[in-house]
């Protein structure tokens, strides 16, 4: 925890280098912040369904958790002014807070976004659905014992500490109970409605979204923890990194968040700019559907392995996006191991196709996102695997297609990227470590291991041991052999670069900084 602390301090301090600038053409309102970046993953804007990044950082802002996770990776108090743990559970004291809507928040709210989180039975549902709670005993675990008092027992696949970690995601929000029980349809537990509208106690509601288009938050006058500074939020879809950098230089918007390794250098040393290289303990991942030949064989993906140039494409493409990483665990985290000897060896590459069978290689199609870096990095891809007999086609698409095919199993390979949900190794690999049913009935989409149909019962028994052990070391002990099973696996879902967001910020914002789980709040934003 210490390493990641400091690490965390020094990834998301501002480096500021001043020269000279041209002078801004613009000026945004002053009561008004403006965001240009990629909204190509926001699919729903319900925080019960949606899992992407950007889509929890506008959730993070519409809604409280009972807990949250705050700049050091310390659990920090939200809507849960204190807790007691106990060898069975925690019990939660709900501070006094209302909800936009003007309801106020109490314990039968926190209970029915919990059981509602687990009987839609979405992606986001996983990760509870992961250690132990499911729809069937949401109802027995977690209770309301009164107004103000929530009682989660543990499920006996997770301890507390852990517990906590998960109920500060995005995907724990509380909602507002009576507004969303006026919107159910079908049976739908109001799941058409919250898609696009909000109903939290957060510092903002959802004003506007259209799809790849904009977001508009609007200022809850009435937040618990006071009126936010900016009037308004608007989040800009500006997928095209040159037209970012220039609304970004003539003073259009206030923060850029989607320009490429080029573009970003041209503000290292700008004045009235600032860069932000935020560690996200997570992952840019190739993953291989393990469910089709040839991509089932592990001398397959052993070959892919050593088929990649990962420091010529750190050097020509990530850049601040991302380091050289092949395992699963931030370099810098506790118990971490050295990455394999995997690096771009073409002739180790196509022996092992040989050993194989595959000695005249064959043909793939990898699906991405149109999103920097992704795209660059599927270029790169394609041209590294051609090196060793594999040819590789792109196939470019938006975030709904290219989404609902990794969920589908529909692809040959794609690139995903991945976060962290707790500063250990836990957080940041379980999602290339579990999965309990590799059937295709289990139907599990939103297990990140499952849409590539890569089986690994002794993986996932090493994962599930390691959420239960109470003792740190022990624990410790199973997170080094977590990742040497993975390695010696040959896996599926191969980590390629440690993940990092490059954010530039004009110097006339204040008091942003972006935060590792993707959940910025922006409250105390305020401007020059």
């Known amino acids: 925890m210490k390493q990641f602390c400091a690490r965390l301090l020094v990834g ?5 280098m001043t020269l000279a600038s041209p002078a801004a053409f613009a000026k945004t309102p002053d009561n008004q912040l403006v965001i240009a970046t990629s909204l190509a993953q926001v699919l729903s804007l319900d925080p019960h369904q949606a899992t992407e990044a950007k889509a929890n950082e506008i959730m993070a802002n519409l809604y409280d958790r009972l807990v949250s996770v705050d700049g050091s990776g310390k659990i920090a108090p ?14 939660f004291k709900l501070r006094k807070a209302d909800f936009a809507s003007g309801n106020p928040v109490t314990s039968a709210d926190v209970v029915f976004s919990i059981t509602r989180l687990l009987k839609l039975d979405q992606a986001a549902a996983a990760n509870l659905k992961r250690v132990g709670y499911n ?19 543990l499920s006996g696949e997770t301890t507390s500490e852990l517990l906590l970690y998960r109920l500060a995601m995005v995907i724990a929000s509380v909602v507002d109970s009576k507004e969303v029980k006026a919107h159910e349809a079908s049976g739908d537990w109001g799941n058409g409605w919250m898609r696009t509208n909000s109903a939290g106690s957060g510092p903002f509601t959802l004003n506007r979204w259209t799809p790849n288009e904009i977001v508009i938050l609007e200022a809850n006058k009435t937040y618990t923890g006071g009126e936010p500074k900016m009037r308004r ?3 800009r879809h500006v997928p095209e990194s040159q037209v970012e950098r220039l609304m970004l230089e003539r003073g259009d918007v206030d923060i850029a968040s989607a320009l490429t390794a080029s573009d970003l250098s041209a503000f290292n040393g700008k004045q009235d700019f600032q860069i932000q290289r935020v560690p996200t303990g997570g ?26 140039d990962y420091k010529g494409m750190e050097k020509a493409i990530m850049g601040p996006y991302g380091r050289a990483r092949t395992i699963p665990v931030p370099e ?4 971490a191991i050295p990455s394999p000897d995997w690096q771009l060896n073409v002739d180790k ?41 594999i040819k590789v086609n792109i196939q470019q698409g938006n975030g709904a297609d290219v989404i609902a095919a990794h969920r589908a199993r529909d692809f040959d390979l794609l690139i995903p990227q991945t976060g962290a949900y707790m500063p250990n190794v836990l957080g940041s690999m379980e999602q290339f470590s579990s999965n309990p049913d590799n059937s295709l009935a289990a139907n599990n989409a ?31 002990e199973i997170y080094v052999k977590m990742q040497e099973t993975f390695v010696a696996q040959k896996p599926a879902v191969l980590p390629l670069f440690e993940r990092y967001e490059p954010i530039v910020v004009t110097t006339r914002v204040k008091n942003y900084v972006g935060h590792p789980n993707a959940t910025t709040r922006l409250e105390g934003v305020t401007k020059d």
């Open 12 to 16: 998301a301090a501002i480096s500021v």
């Open 78 to 91: 939200q809507l849960a002014e204190s807790w007691q743990i106990d060898d069975k559970g925690i019990t």
């Open 135 to 153: 729809g069937g005993n949401v109802e027995k675990l977690v209770t309301a014992p009164d107004e103000k008092t929530v009682r989660i027992d």
């Open 233 to 235: 939020v608007v989040i």
């Open 283 to 308: 992952f840019y991942v190739l993953s291989m559907n393990a469910g089709k030949e040839p991509l089932s064989n592990p001398k397959v993906r052993e070959a892919i392995a050593y088929g990649i």
């Open 332 to 335: 810098n985290f506790e118990y």
């Open 349 to 389: 590459a196509k022996a092992l196709l040989a050993e194989a069978g595959y000695k005249d290689g064959f043909s793939l199609t990898l699906k991405t996102i149109a999103q920097t870096p992704r795209i660059d990095l599927a270029t790169a891809i394609q041209a590294s695997l051609g090196q060793i007999g």
């Open 446 to 476: 939103g297990n990140f291991v499952w849409r590539s149909a890569w089986d690994i019962p002794e993986l996932t028994a090493l994962t599930a041991k390691a959420s239960l052990e109470p003792d740190a070391k022990k624990r410790g």
